[in-house]
């Protein structure tokens, strides 16, 4: 397809069947995600036989996502989003089966790699948001990538509720204990991989690249301005927000555990959790089209306040720490869309690519510290202490928030 053949309603129909596509791979690759927030601290505690290593588990799959960020956006800007997104997630695949084997054997190194791994998956998923971004009009940028992030919440949530289900299964099968709910994950990432490839045609970025070739050859190019200092604050504020919200999170689960909660509440207040992160993206897509970008960041920032006192307050109590951690992705997700539309309308057309896989890399190597701290932070003074320390990353985004205004009303 040319792109002087791609008239104006032809194109929207292709945008729409991309978010459609999109969406749909998010499901699937939401699946992973969650079963890992569940099970991967407890696994790793387990595995290890030390609590203060539990936020391995979190911290690796972040870890691998930063370290494929780059070379997945890399991939996109060459080869286009449908090899990248497969890709992540196959590696992500071999992860999952390798989780399995290394608890059968006991290997924390092992089981370490695997969820490092694991992490390319959540790599893909990440890019799936801008790819949704890559056909779209700056009136509609931050709905269209929050429509693509709201569908992780029905893997995402899915993903905690099947590990009673997944466990029994697993044990029927001879499997390793608390690794049933992987059975699931494996059949969800196959199939992302087969849509990737086969349903998402045209490929959204290569599409997008022709498109402002043909304009550019045409005479009538309108290049977006390049806007480094709100780009670098979008890399900011959602990094800030990830950091917070991974190692708050990462701790809930054993932190709930002590408190003496049943793994089948863990599960639930993770996936109350998810829904948090992912069923009102599109709110927060709408609120930062009209009433703009960094208004909604500073929204997110105030959420997550919310979330940390909370937790803080109410630390002994499972239901105060399953309202902080709804708050606490509610946070992540304001900060999150608008904090991506932000970069990608921030960025000349061919610089996006770069700087969306450097706001990932940096995302997740945030959470990945994250998660390690909180560890050894939970072991110290106590989850209440944990959340009260959080609120330094917040008040750093809220002080820098100027930047996000540079050149344009926000």
Do not use: K
């Not at 998923?125 to 931050?142: G, H, K, P, Y």
């Not at 599960?267 to 599109?282: E, V």
């Amino acid at each position: 397809m040319t792109t002087a053949l791609v008239d104006p309603a032809t194109l929207a129909a292709i945008r729409r069947r991309t978010i459609w596509v999109l969406s749909l791979g998010q499901i699937l690759g939401g699946l992973a995600f969650g079963a890992t927030v569940s099970l991967g601290a407890v696994l790793a505690a387990e595995i290890s036989g030390q609590e203060a290593l539990s936020g391995w588990a979190t911290a690796s799959v972040t870890l691998g996502a930063a370290c494929t960020a780059i070379p997945l956006a890399a991939l996109a800007h060459r080869a286009g989003r449908r090899p990248s997104l497969a890709t992540g997630m196959i590696i992500a695949l071999a992860g999952v089966g390798l989780v399995i084997y290394a608890v059968d054997v006991r290997a924390f190194p092992l089981l370490i790699v695997a969820f490092v791994l694991i992490g390319a998956g959540q790599a893909a998923n990440l890019q799936s948001r801008f790819a949704a971004a890559d056909l779209a009009t700056d009136s509609s940028r931050a709905r269209d990538l929050s429509i693509v992030i709201w569908a992780t919440t029905i893997g995402a949530v899915l993903g905690p509720n099947l590990v009673g289900p997944g466990d029994a299964l697993g044990i029927l099968l001879g499997m390793p204990e608390l690794t049933g709910p992987y059975l699931f994950t494996i059949v969800a990432q196959g199939l992302g991989v087969v849509l990737y490839l086969v349903a998402l045609r045209p490929d959204p970025l290569l599409l997008a690249q022709r498109l402002v070739a043909h304009h550019a050859a045409a005479g009538h190019a309108v290049a977006h301005a390049d806007r480094p200092g709100a780009a670098r604050y979008a890399i900011l504020a959602v990094a800030g927000a990830h950091g917070v919200m991974v190692s708050v999170m990462a701790m809930t689960p054993v932190h709930l555990v002590h408190e003496g909660a049943a793994i089948e509440i863990v599960g639930l207040t993770i996936s109350l959790h998810i829904a948090g992160m992912y069923a009102l993206s599109p709110v927060f897509g709408i609120l930062a089209d009209r009433f703009g970008r960094v208004r909604t960041i500073l929204l997110g920032q105030a959420l997550l306040v919310a979330a940390m006192l909370t937790a803080a307050m109410g630390q002994s109590s499972t239901t105060a720490v399953t309202v902080a951690l709804v708050l606490l992705g509610l946070g992540w997700s304001a900060s999150t869309v608008s904090g991506a539309a932000l970069l990608t309308e921030a960025s000349a057309e061919n610089l996006r690519t770069t700087r969306q896989g450097r706001n990932d890399l940096t995302m997740n190597l945030t959470g990945a510290a994250g998660a390690v701290l909180a560890g050894v932070v939970l072991s110290w003074i106590g989850y209440g202490g944990l959340a009260l320390c959080a609120l330094a990353v917040v008040a750093v985004v809220v002080a820098f928030s100027p930047l996000g205004r540079a050149s344009r009303a926000n």
